[in-house]
């Protein structure tokens, strides 16, 4: 069977870990512990090895429809087949004050909706990303448990189930005529604490009531206009959805490995929070009425860093991991795109915009909530006294570019940012400076000002470039006047989104890459439309009063989205189809910043 498209996949969550179910009702990737944990299922990455759990009509089906509960990460599968209609309801449980105590239950509802349909339950996992097979035991109570290493999921359900002959999974047929309702409900769980907090098929209901519960009084505080209101909506979800709620943590996406080239090797696991991606966030969801998360992310990167600014990393794990070693597993990919890679080498990158966009989001935090206290202070003043001295380095730049380093004028700007913020707040403030040297910060960030304005442009000084050493230009350089560098219709500024637009747009739509291919960058070649660099092209074109372009193109990105609203990190424009691990928190913030940019 072959691999679906990226987009056919819907996203639950329960703020703590994941799940991919497929447009058939099958959940094909699940972190079921934590983000970055291993999968209970992975048929994602290798159709053979990696397991499932799939409820489905034994006919054929004819028909098939979806969609999220209003306002809530609950999904809701109708399947039709000729001899009748059964409606599929799928959620990660949440519960009030779980932040720091998950449920940890996958919840699965079948109802009958017409004629006479049998259904079939297979619950086949693979623990460790598809290395080890299970070992499944039925119970008096009813339940089952599958244990594989570390890992065990214990399954109970309404419907009878039988552990298979292979011994590697249960499965099981059910009739529903209309009306009839059946539940099946997982926990995942560590094999040594095996049944501890088992889960109840007849309770399971209640779960997904205040799952339903959970989210709409959450949706309730967003803030969402416009013509686009609607994937705003959803876009604050996933976000949400991609927070880690013990730890205020916000990781990149749920998966990993899903390619930016579909059968490349490009191919790096997302589960982890990166400092730039994460404040981002920020900014997208206080936009839209959730600054709350910003001080769970704020304490997250400060516990992290062990509470000194000087010692930050570009990413951590989702409960403040500094070391996330890169390895490579036996899976057949995605599409056979490998390899496939857990862990992620970048984190030991030395990405100097990180500073910028800490110092910005503390900035940002403040100037709706006010004071700082001496810890925070003295953590931030750390943080801006060590992008003064790294100002003057190279760096691998906010693509993470694994070749030769340059001064990437977007790394640049970003320390710029950092210097300028560090004053703001000591003016605003009027913070303690003793110990501080703020005229240092003041000198030197005039100094970046006026290097970018001399070696970061091309020759004639038209535009803007990628680095110091080139008259090329990427797409990072879009967020300029975004941050307040330059004015949007800079002279300079509007040659260089013309120089993006000209080299970087890729037909029908314009959509940007955020690169040419070269020495450094040979993963460019093949690679899909960077749909983060597209939003930033809208917030610039409606910025210097092209607002019928920025509208256009607004309105064609909106149309990437697959039918939930959820978008990944690229697109194809030959295929039409999603590239990229997914859901992509970077994309959905793009969204969010973009239609309220347009709105405003």
Known sequence: MAD?????????????????????????????????????????????????????????????????????????????????????????????????????HLVRRIDGIDGDVEVEV??????????????????????FSAVGGGDALVVHATCDLSIDRDGARIVGRHRLAAGDVAVVAAASQAAHELLTDAVAADEALDELDETVAWWEAWSAGTRADGPHADLVQRSAMVLKGLSCAPTGAIIAAATTSL?????????????????????????????????????????????????????????????????????????????????????????????????????????LWHGGHGDIDDDEWRYLAATVDRAVEVSDRPDAGIWELRGEAHHYVHSKVMLWVALDCG????????????????????????????EVDDRGTDAGGVHFTQHYDT??????????????????????MVATTDAIMDRLASPPHGFLRRFLPGPDQPQADGEG?????????????????????????????????????????EYDPASGELLGNFPQAFTHLGMVAAQQRLSA
């Open 122 to 143: 297979v619950v086949a996992p693979r623990f460790d990303y598809g290395g080890a097979r299970p070992w499944w035991r039925a119970h008096d109570d009813g339940r």
């Open 529 to 569: 439309t960077f749909l983060l660099c597209s939003f930033w092209l809208v917030e610039v074109l409606a910025l210097q009063g092209r607002r019928d372009e920025a509208t256009d193109l607004l309105d064609a990105l909106a149309a990437t989205a697959n039918d939930l609203g959820l978008f990944a990190e």
């Open 423 to 450: 004053v703001a707040l000591v003016d605003e403030y009027g913070l303690d400076t003793t110990g501080l040297d703020v005229d240092r910060w003041r000198t030197r960030r005039e100094a970046l000002r006026a």
């Open 471 to 492: 008259d090329e230009v990427d797409a990072s350089l879009l967020q300029l006047p975004l941050v307040g560098f330059v004015d949007a219709r800079d002279e300079r």
């Open 259 to 363: 390619p930016e080239v579909e059968g490349g090797s490009a191919n790096w696991d997302y589960r982890y929070s990166w400092i730039r991606d994460a404040t981002f966030s920020l900014r997208a969801l206080a936009e839209v009425g959730h600054d709350e998360v910003a001080q769970g992310f704020r304490d997250f990167v400060m516990r992290s860093s062990a509470g000194d600014g000087a010692d930050l990393q570009i990413m951590y794990g989702p409960y403040g991991q500094r070391r996330l070693p890169e390895f490579e597993l036996d899976l057949a990919g995605w599409r056979d795109s490998r390899p496939v890679r857990i862990g992620n080498e970048a984190a030991t990158q030395v990405q100097l915009d990180v500073y910028g966009h800490l110092l910005g989001a503390a900035h």
């Open 4 to 104: 679906l498209p990226i987009g056919d996949y819907a996203f639950l969550s329960d703020c703590h870990a994941t799940a991919l179910v497929s447009h058939e009702g099958s959940i094909d990737w699940a972190c079921l512990r934590r983000f970055d944990g291993g999968s209970a299922f992975a048929r994602l990455l290798d159709h053979e090895r990696g397991g499932h759990w799939s409820i489905r009509p034994v006919e054929p089906i004819t028909d098939r429809s979806r969609r999220y509960l209003p306002d809530t990460m609950v999904l809701e599968t109708t399947l039709t087949t000729a001899s009748g209609t059964v409606r599929l309801t799928d959620a990660m449980a949440m519960r009030r004050g779980g932040g720091h105590d998950p449920l940890g």
